[in-house]
């Protein structure tokens, strides 16, 4: 038993992760429910509601400069990996297909300790030290950088 009175389960050692089955779901839940709310609503929206149809307003950047900025293309390229059309999504925001990929990932993280009523915890190699954590936001930027600089060298809009 841990201090809360979670029990831990399954592999004791594991360097990537911890599952505690605590006392109550709702502690599951409070630590599970929010993000896979918010991911499966994204991959939701992107599956089944057309483009057309999301209350989005055009892209005011986009609307001021005449050139995209540097989110311009995600819903799209979202709408096409979840309908398969990976192609033209990396054509279109390669960078929207990392984005994509881990929305999903971090879905089925949540909705498997929703499932099974654990709470799964990162342990020593998947959390970021605030060192790690700026080196990942700096490469973030920098790539999110390269993807909007491929987008106005191919004219994408």
Known sequence: MDSAGERRIGPHHSPFLS?????????????????????GIVL????????????????????LTGYPCPFCGFTRSFQAMSHGDWVFALYNSPIACLVYVAVVLVFAWNAAGLLFG??????????????????????????????WAYRLGMGLK
């Open 19 to 39: 599952l505690t089955r605590p006392r109550s779901y709702w502690d599951v839940v409070g630590a599970h429910f929010p993000l896979a709310l918010v991911t």
């Open 44 to 63: 939701f929206v992107s599956r089944w509601i057309p483009g057309n149809l999301l209350p989005l307003r055009p892209c005011t950047f986009l609307q």
């Open 118 to 147: 654990v709470k799964i915890s990162r342990n020593r190699f998947l959390r970021l030290k605030a060192g790690r954590a700026r080196w990942a936001i700096a490469i973030f930027s920098v790539l999110l950088a390269l993807n």
